[in-house]
């Protein structure tokens, strides 16, 4: 299906624009800047329960270790829908050995840990009635994450200038190119709405 408009917004990240066909070419600025971007690892596992038990023992629901299968968890719960969880995440090398086990295997020693952790301070850690996981390295549009890491030099380089910089009617927006959050979802919508006026911009003036 061929779609035609005036302008265009792209957010996959710049490590990721070389499976996109432009034409005419990205300028070598930008090659160069996708080039230099590495995409680390990074993955979830969300533990859903019936209640916040965290809550009643007066815990954050907060914890982190530099060995094992779990970097750090947070508190993820959404009250006001009825939802309770708290979100393992996993990075770097122990997050790629952890994701070579099978699905079973990697909910049981993400469960081992946690009980283990949590198990310090509470009688008993409920069981989750619900495991998700969210593999961004297995994502085709972020094969890692949350943002690209670059090279030393490249930001203050003519590659590292061009990161928000438009290209004829494409804009580039994306966790990425924001000053303020990088890397999450705070900088990820602020990104949004600065594309979203430099559209608004140029196509009022003409």
Same mark, same amino acid.
């Given at each position: 299906?061929?779609?035609?408009t005036?302008k @265009?917004?792209?957010?996959?990240?710049a490590a990721?624009q070389?499976?996109?066909k432009?034409?005419?070419?990205?300028?070598?600025?930008r090659?160069?800047l996708?080039?230099e971007?590495?995409?680390?690892f990074y993955?979830?596992?969300?533990?859903?329960?019936?209640?916040?038990?965290?809550?009643?023992?007066?815990?954050?629901?907060?914890?982190s270790?530099?060995?094992?299968?779990?970097?750090?968890?947070?508190?993820t719960?959404v009250p006001?829908d009825?939802q309770?969880?708290?979100?393992c995440f996993?990075?770097?090398?122990?997050?790629?050995?952890w994701?070579?086990?099978?699905t079973?295997?990697?909910?049981?020693?993400?469960l081992?840990?946690?009980?283990a952790a949590?198990?310090? @301070?509470v009688?008993?850690?409920?069981?989750?009635i619900?495991?998700?996981?969210?593999?961004?390295?297995?994502?085709?549009?972020?094969?890692?994450g949350?943002?690209?890491?670059?090279?030393?030099?490249?930001l203050?380089?003519?590659?590292?200038?061009?990161?928000?910089?438009?290209?004829?009617n494409?804009?580039?927006?994306?966790?990425?190119t924001s000053?303020?959050?990088?890397g999450?979802?705070?900088?990820?919508?602020?990104s949004?709405?600065?594309?979203?006026?430099?559209?608004?911009a140029? @196509?009022g003036?003409?």
């Amino acid at each position: 299906m061929l779609y035609e408009t005036q302008k @265009v917004i792209v957010s996959v990240p710049a490590a990721l624009q070389h499976t996109i066909k432009f034409d005419p070419e990205l300028p070598p600025e930008r090659k160069y800047l996708g080039k230099e971007s590495t995409l680390g690892f990074y993955s979830k596992t969300v533990l859903v329960f019936e209640e916040p038990w965290w809550h009643a023992a007066d815990l954050s629901g907060e914890y982190s270790a530099d060995t094992g299968p779990i970097a750090f968890t947070r508190d993820t719960c959404v009250p006001e829908d009825g939802q309770y969880s708290i979100t393992c995440f996993h990075a770097g090398d122990s997050g790629r050995e952890w994701s070579r086990l099978s699905t079973e295997d990697r909910k049981k020693v993400v469960l081992e840990e946690f009980n283990a952790a949590f198990g310090k @301070v509470v009688p008993t850690v409920p069981r989750p009635i619900n495991i998700i996981e969210k593999d961004w390295a297995t994502d085709p549009w972020a094969l890692g994450g949350p943002g690209p890491v670059l090279k030393p030099g490249i930001l203050t380089s003519e590659a590292g200038k061009c990161l928000c910089e438009p290209f004829g009617n494409i804009h580039f927006i994306g966790t990425e190119t924001s000053p303020v959050w990088r890397g999450y979802m705070d900088g990820a919508v602020r990104s949004g709405v600065r594309g979203g006026e430099e559209v608004i911009a140029t @196509v009022g003036r003409r």
